[in-house]
Every structure is written in structure tokens, then in C-alpha cells.
């Protein structure tokens, strides 16, 4: 009673068996894979994804907060340092025809609006005298002298920190 139809359909059932074995393993195998790459995206071994975006979404929520409260901080340094009296220059001279050396000088000193102070002090062979006039806006509410406006006009074009000037004056 050996039917070679049954023979043939018993060995292609075996077959299929077989293979659908070998699909089940790997298919197994795939799921322990992923099963493995979510736990290790989860961080905690939690498997509820929904969680784990939620707490990304709160960390770029506190880094957002962070980059804002940076972005402000910031912007008031760059205030602070527009408002520093940290543009400096300094023009050297002789201020009297029998002293050289160019002793005397007048130095401005301002802050990016152009607000701050220039000093000058001339030098003499007997004596010095200092003079402070305030700046406000690039300008002086008192006359300022050649060497004084060149060296405002430097330390507010940011240009070469010193500066000289062969000026003499005559003693009358």
C-alpha cells in the first residue's frame, strides 16, 4: 500500500515543517534582538516607550530652559563689556619748547558709546600740572586741546593704544 503520491506529500509536509522550524528560531532570535536594543534604549529596562519619550522630551524641555537663561546671561555680559571703559589711547608730546623727552601725555579713556574720561598732564621744567575732563557721547562739555581730541579720536576708533605727537609749545 505504498503510494509514491503519499511518500512524496509525507516528505513535502517534513520539509515545510522543517523550514517553518528554521523560520520560527530565527524569527525568535530577531525578536530577543530587538527586544534586547529596546531595553537598551529604554536605559532603565523599563519597555514602555511612552516613558522613555517622556523623559526625553522633559530633558530637551530643561535644555531649552538652560539655553535660554544662557542666551540672556549672555546678552548682559555683552552689555556689561559695551559699557566697560576699555578703549584706551595715549598721546605723547612735548609741551614746552625747552623740555624733551615728551614727558606729557593725554590719555582717553572710554567705553563703546564713547562716555568716559581724558586725562592730561604737561610737564614743565619746574612743575606738572593734570587735567581731567569728562567724556559723554565722544564729546566734551570743555574745550578739549589737539593732543586730547587726537587720542579721543583714537580710543573711540579702537586704533594703536599709544600714540606721539611732536608738538611744542613756546613759554610766553
Known amino acids: 500500500m505504498e503510494d509514491p ?7 513535502g509536509a517534513a520539509v515545510v515543517a522543517v523550514l517553518a522550524l528554521v523560520l520560527a528560531v530565527g524569527a525568535q532570535l530577531r525578536l530577543a534582538r530587538i527586544r534586547r536594543d529596546f ?3 529604554a536605559g532603565d529596562g523599563s519597555t514602555d516607550i ?11 524641555d530643561r535644555l531649552d530652559a538652560d539655553v535660554t537663561r544662557l ?20 598721546v605723547r608730546y612735548d609741551a614746552f619748547g625747552d623740555m624733551g623727552g615728551r614727558l606729557s601725555f593725554s590719555a582717553a579713556i572710554v ?3 564713547g562716555d568716559g574720561i581724558v586725562v592730561s598732564s604737561i610737564h614743565a ?18 574745550t578739549l586741546s589737539p593732543e586730547e581730541q587726537q587720542a579721543l579720536a583714537a580710543a573711540t576708533k579702537g586704533e594703536p593704544r599709544s600714540l606721539t605727537h611732536s608738538r611744542r609749545k613756546d613759554v610766553s
Not at 621744567?125 to 570743555?142: D, F, Q
Open 125 to 142: 621744567r619746574s612743575e606738572s600740572r593734570t587735567y581731567a575732563k569728562g567724556i559723554v557721547g565722544g564729546r566734551s562739555s570743555v
Open 39 to 41: 531595553r537598551t534604549l
Open 5 to 11: 503520491t503519499l511518500s512524496v506529500v509525507a516528505t
Open 71 to 90: 542666551r540672556a546671561q549672555v546678552s548682559a555680559a555683552e552689555d556689561d563689556v559695551r559699557q566697560s571703559l576699555r578703549n584706551v589711547a595715549v
Open 50 to 60: 511612552a516613558r522613555v519619550a517622556a523623559g526625553q522630551n522633559q530633558r530637551i
Open 111 to 113: 567705553d563703546d558709546f
